[in-house]
């Protein structure tokens, strides 16, 4: 007799801080025939923590077709499997997209366990708009892609959220600032439920000099939060103030052109520097 199909389990582990591991999460990693992880070295200790002696199998963004096909032989099979990343709930800018959607559509049964999560953490705890809010994850490494992104997000009246490398966090806080205005409110936070925790919110030209001048805000996990644009107007303006920026843009850098008219025209300045970065 053909056995019954098994689940697959994506199970959200601690960010940090192990206390905040649930029972839940603990009872499926016990119970699994296998635990798939992103660092089987890293994970190892996480589930003798806990005195989860289930075996580990590697499943990380770089494992191929076959990995997957492996593990899902195994589902079809009747064995059961807990997928967890490093840190947090798995998927969340981690691996695990392509085998969740094979086993779906082998018609196995996949079953959340919700746990810690880095970006949400960060959100409730910013300060910032919580209603509407878009998660980017992380930027380009490169200078030049990380702007184009950052310029095409210029108008997002969303609270907007990313993950960054603590070697790139400065640089990426200053782009933040020349493209989203100096004065755009923005919060890092940084090593959540861990010793060294960090929430500070301040004006992105505060924040970029901020972390520049201490190292060690330039270390540990990171979550960027940035306040959205007010209102999204910047393709909507007036006449005279489309006017004023065109003669300031001639002579000046775009948000200097944007203070100075922000000052004549009474339009917000963050508004008139996105309208100048679109005109480009």
Not at 153 to 173: N, Q
Not at 208 to 231: F, Y
């Amino acid at each position: 007799m053909k056995p019954d199909k098994g689940r697959l389990y994506i199970v959200a582990t601690p960010i940090g801080n192990l206390g905040d591991m649930v029972p839940r999460a603990i009872e499926v990693l016990q119970s699994a025939d296998w635990v798939a992880a992103e660092d089987t070295r890293h994970s190892q200790r996480l589930l003798a923590h806990f005195n989860i002696n289930t075996p580990l199998v590697a499943y990380h963004d770089y494992s191929d077709d076959k990995r997957s096909g492996q593990l899902v032989t195994k589902l079809e099979a009747g064995e059961t499997i807990a997928l967890i990343s490093d840190a947090g709930t798995p998927l969340i800018s981690d691996p695990g997209y392509r085998l969740v959607r094979r086993a779906r559509a082998q018609g196995i049964t996949v079953v959340p366990i919700p746990g810690a999560c880095a970006f949400v953490a960060a959100l409730s705890s910013s300060g910032l708009p919580s209603d509407r809010f878009i998660f980017e994850g992380f930027l380009p490494a490169k200078s030049q892609g990380r702007k184009k992104v950052l310029e095409q997000l210029s108008g997002e009246t969303r609270t907007m959220i990313f993950y960054e490398a603590p070697h790139r966090v400065a640089d990426t806080l200053e782009a933040m600032s020349a493209i989203f205005g100096a004065e755009r409110e923005a919060v890092i936070a940084r090593e959540l439920s861990k010793a060294f925790e960090t929430i500070h919110l301040a004006p992105l030209v505060e924040l970029a000099a901020w972390v520049r001048a201490d190292g060690n805000q330039q270390r540990g996990e990171i979550v960027l939060l940035i306040r959205g644009s007010k209102g999204g107007q910047s393709t909507a303006l007036n006449a005279d103030a489309e006017r004023i920026m065109a003669l300031l843009l001639a002579e000046l850098k775009p948000r200097r052109a944007a203070a100075l008219a922000a000052q004549i025209t009474g339009v917000d300045k963050n508004v008139l520097y996105d309208w100048s970065l679109q005109q480009k």
